[in-house]
């Protein structure tokens, strides 16, 4: 089965990635790959488009990869856990592991510089504009600021007011109908006719 999806992701500006998402036959016992379509230059992203990333590596022990078990898949992981992890890797790109080991070396020079080396920054705003120019010919709106990112809920006024008084009654009083209703009760039911449990 596979399902496409777009992630936004905030490297250096909004940029909004295209990719699939693929998954096995016994998901969610093994996990499902993501193959992103946008082309992406990060140290998590092989050539071809793959992520590569510690959530979606399969359950086993594997000494050699410097990953804990409990950084790889488990069945309790969902669409939505995956593709916050992904936001996530995207922003802060594991370098200790990378699947582009250039994109790595570029992107750590950009991190120690403090932003004074540009190549990096260069080539990912290079993808932004294009990924922008894509997002518009599909119709998408890449949002620019991180208060277009986030969606605020407007709550809606409601369409007729309710009148609490409505649901009270001053006028009406249960004392004298709990009054009559005893009067009238007493010889209805003799001792022990009905027990409440439909048992006569």
């Known amino acids: 089965m596979r399902t496409s999806n777009q992630i936004f992701g905030a490297a250096a500006s909004f940029l909004l990635f295209q990719a699939h998402m693929k998954f096995p036959p016994d998901y969610p016992y093994s996990p499902p790959s993501i193959r992103f379509l946008t082309k992406v230059w990060h140290p998590n992203v092989y050539e071809n488009g793959d992520l590569c990333i510690s959530i979606l590596h399969p359950p086993v022990d594997d000494p050699q990869s410097g990953e804990l078990p409990c950084e790889r898949w488990n069945p309790t992981q969902n669409v939505r856990t995956i593709l916050l992890s992904v936001i996530s890797l995207l ?3 594991n370098t200790f592991s990378p699947a582009n080991v250039d994109a790595s070396v570029m992107y750590r ?3 120690d510089s403090k932003g004074k080396d540009k190549e990096y920054e260069n080539i990912i705003r290079k993808q932004v504009s294009a990924a922008r120019l894509e997002a518009e010919k599909d119709g998408v709106v ?3 600021t991180l208060e277009d990112y986030c969606i605020k809920t407007k709550v809606k006024p409601p369409e007729h007011s309710v009148d609490m008084t409505d649901f009270y009654d001053d006028d009406y009083d249960l004392d004298d109908e709990d009054d009559e209703d005893d009067d009238s009760g007493d010889g209805d039911y ?4 009905d027990s409440g449990n439909g048992e006569s």
């Open 91 to 93: 922003n802060e790109p």
């Open 190 to 193: 003799e001792d022990g006719d």
């Open 142 to 144: 890449v949002p620019l």
């Open 109 to 111: 020079r950009w991190r």
